[in-house]
């Protein structure tokens, strides 16, 4: 069971990335103007940018999540086909919102990771952007159940969840939740200076134009700074 659906998830990503590489090319030498887009209507701005560190020139997108964000998924899906499209100039990571009081999405989500179960983080992502669900499912007991329903060895989940390698990434899952200031979910991060919400995140097509936007924004900045 778990085969087929994996199947038609891919097929369905195939297909959706089909057709975003044909829209993206159409519109991708339409880059939109500098008053088409704005500050704090299409996307918001760091008064002080973060920097980030990155072994290479691409630009980094970094995606928070909760598992209990029904908008959460469409977001996972609109940034990978944007990563694959764009895989030469930028990078996309994903990170759990965590608090000391929230522990729940980011410790699940490293313990996945660890797991090498990256498939079942996206079901449970899917499966709790129901309120209801995942209130069942924030109940550690019944997300167990549905674990073992995934083929998930439950006995090693439980181990590596409670492991100090966990404890450590769920501090540091905090700290960067709160160095980034995330207030809501999703919320995306355009190489620490640029921030989407769900204002801008509901539409594929619209955060597809904002993106390209902010990419092409932040390149200009960069050659302009090599050749002062």
């Known amino acids: ?18 057709v975003a590489y044909a829209q993206h090319n159409v519109a991708i030498n339409e880059v939109p103007s500098k008053s088409e887009f704005q500050d704090g209507r299409d996307y918001f701005s760091y008064r002080s940018p973060i920097k980030v560190d990155r072994a290479d020139d691409r630009i980094l997108i970094q995606s928070f999540f909760d598992y209990d964000c029904r908008v959460c998924v469409n977001t996972q899906d609109i940034l990978a086909i944007y990563g694959q499209i764009n895989s030469n100039n930028v990078v996309v990571e994903e990170y759990p919102v965590a608090t000391k009081e929230t522990p729940f999405s980011a410790q699940v989500y490293y313990t996945l990771q660890e797991m090498n179960q990256p498939d079942v983080s996206d ?15 924030a109940k550690y007991e019944n997300l167990l159940k549905w674990l073992a329903e995934q083929n998930v060895d439950t006995e090693r989940f439980d181990l590596i969840y409670r492991s100090d390698e966990i404890k450590k990434k769920f501090s540091e899952a905090v700290y960067r939740t709160e160095n980034y200031g995330v207030f809501t979910y999703p919320f995306v991060v355009i190489e620490g200076k640029y921030v989407l919400t769900n204002s801008t995140l509901y539409n594929d097509d619209y955060t597809f134009a904002v993106l390209d936007f902010l990419v092409h924004k932040l390149s200009n900045e960069r050659e302009n700074k090599e050749l002062q």
Do not use: C, P
């Not at 069971?1 to 089909?18: C, E, T, Y």
């Open 123 to 137: 079901s449970l992502l899917f499966e709790t952007s129901d309120a209801v669900r995942y209130k069942e499912l």
């Open 1 to 18: 069971m778990n085969f087929w659906r994996g199947l038609l998830v891919f097929v369905a990503l195939q297909i959706m990335l089909q």
